[in-house]
């Protein structure tokens, strides 16, 4: 049995074969691992054979691998410092190198993607007739920050989980022994975490793109502002122009403490706009260098780079993407009095959007015998509300409708409301549907019943009303309640 499985893989690292030596017990190991074995343990030019326990005379010389090198050719100097021999070479500069010189070599940028070999492999591959950089071997070079961090000649073999390092086998063995690990040998392995990055990076494009639209819909809710702000300027203009010219200042007066009010609006809008496009930027910047990092060959940068994506992602996830409450001034026309000319102009009214939310599933919905669902219960400025809503027996369109469930002050026997509904498009704001209402309700009784949309567009997965849980949000906004 052992002797089958020494004809697998070298019984030092378990993996398969490299420059394989067969020593006298008849057992074979690869040179590199066998010499490194010799070194820690052979005493008086002998050494036991790490399987048999076999006494082996000679050393570690006896077994090094010749080269079939004419007798009068000499290892040539290095190219590069030209004091020591060389032990490399590269295939891309096409210059001989010390181990000094090598390590100069590769950390320069211009070099970190050259190819370097051990003056023996060229050789071989000179020998046998084929091109070199299709006789690389496990001990070429194919990154500079591939090498373990305690042995420079080491290519990086296992990551260790626990400590979150990628060592050669020999530091695994010695410093992380029955640590969690990553055989990096495997290309399934390189591949699953190269594939972790990438997943990564979609998800934080994905949430780029949520950004994005948060961006625009905040964009749209100062263009109301603004829009609703120009209206209101516009009625104190036709105002003051019916009456006399020494009352312009007056008007003009309260255009600046409207003016004021929009210019706060703004301001606060504009301070989350720019907030969300800083952040969107810093997230492309992210993903341009984790792109970057991708393309590399390095497996090492793309283990540094993952814990600081994932905390990206996980903090751009963590955004509430809230539009804040919007607070504007509107103007109240008056009857022109000459007597009373100040009070007449009218005055500034700061009015607050009272907007709440309600989600219902389009699979609770009775599309059969026209039965309405309410929501939460929402109070809004003493009075208690609640949206309703069901799909007509005879019609295939959504109702919404609002209900007055009580009232704070007992005196109010009825009121009147100014509402919106609106159902939301998780895909595109400008596809959400707009219904304004005005209607007078008693406490105990609902508002004005509206079509809002045709119940097939609106539980059809792809026009964008529902999520992933086929969920459907009407927002509703209290734009004024007079008594």
């Known amino acids: ?57 000679g050393g570690i010389q006896r077994f090094k691998p010749k080269l079939n090198i004419d007798d009068n050719s000499t290892i040539p100097q290095c190219d590069v410092c030209t004091e020591d021999t060389c032990q490399y070479f590269c295939r891309d500069c096409d210059q001989y190198l010390c181990k000094s010189c090598k390590t100069m070599h590769d950390k320069l940028k211009s070099c970190k993607d050259h190819v370097v070999c051990r003056y023996d492999e060229k050789q071989v591959c000179q020998q046998s007739n084929e091109p070199m950089k299709e ?3 496990a ?62 990076n979609e998800d934080l494009e994905k949430q780029i793109t949520n950004f994005q639209k948060h961006y625009d819909n905040l964009n749209s809710k100062l263009i109301e502002v603004n829009n609703c702000n120009k209206s209101e300027c516009d009625k104190v203009d036709a105002q003051v122009d019916k009456i006399c010219s020494e009352f312009r200042k007056i008007g ?26 800083r952040l969107t930027e810093d997230l492309k910047a992210s993903v341009k260098y984790s792109v970057n990092v991708l393309e590399d060959s390095s497996v090492v940068q793309v283990l540094q780079r993952l814990p600081k994506v994932r905390q990206e992602k996980d ?60 929501g939460k219960q929402h109070v809004v400025s003493g009075f208690t509300w609640s949206i309703f809503v069901g799909v007509g027996k005879h ?33 595109d704001d400008r596809q959400s549907v707009v219904k304004q209402c005005n209607w007078t309700v008693k406490p105990g009784s609902s508002t004005c019943v509206t079509h809002r949309i045709d119940w097939k567009r609106l539980s059809n997965p792809v026009s964008g009303f529902i999520d992933d849980h086929r969920n459907f949000t009407i927002q509703t906004t209290i734009n004024k309640i007079t008594n």
């Open 135 to 137: 006789k690389t071997t």
């Open 139 to 200: 001990t070429s070079v194919t990154h500079p920050k591939d090498f373990c961090p305690n042995h420079e000649d080491e290519t990086v073999k296992i990551y260790c989980k626990d400590c979150s390092l990628a060592v050669c086998f020999n530091c695994f063995v010695t410093n992380h022994n029955g640590h969690n690990f990553l055989d990096l040998q495997k290309e399934d392995v390189r591949q699953n975490i190269r594939q972790d990055l990438k997943t990564l």
């Open 252 to 277: 003009e007066n309260i255009k600046k403490e409207m003016q004021k009010s929009s210019e706060q609006e703004e301001s606060k809008f504009g301070k989350l706009m720019e907030d969300i496009k």
């Open 1 to 57: 049995m052992a002797k089958q499985t020494d004809k697998d893989v070298c019984m030092i690292c378990l993996h398969d074969f490299e420059t394989p030596i067969l020593i006298d017990c008849q057992h074979t190991f690869c040179f590199i691992c066998l010499e490194d074995y010799v070194n820690k343990t052979s005493t008086k030019d002998q050494f036991q054979c790490p399987l048999c326990r076999c006494l082996i005379d």
């Open 395 to 427: 019609s295939s369109s959504l109702y919404v409708d609002l209900y007055l469930n009580d009232v704070e002050d007992k005196s109010i026997t009825s009121c009147n409301v100014d509402v919106t509904y609106k159902v939301i498009n998780k895909t």
């Open 315 to 374: 903090e751009s996830c963590c955004r509430k993407l809230d539009i804040p409450d919007v607070r504007y001034s509107t103007f109240q026309v008056a009857e022109i009095d000459k007597t009373l000319l100040t009070n007449q102009l009218g005055k500034i009214v700061s009015c607050h959007q009272n907007m709440f939310e309600d989600v219902f599933n389009v699979d609770t919905v009775d599309t059969v015998r026209g039965r309405m669902y309410n």
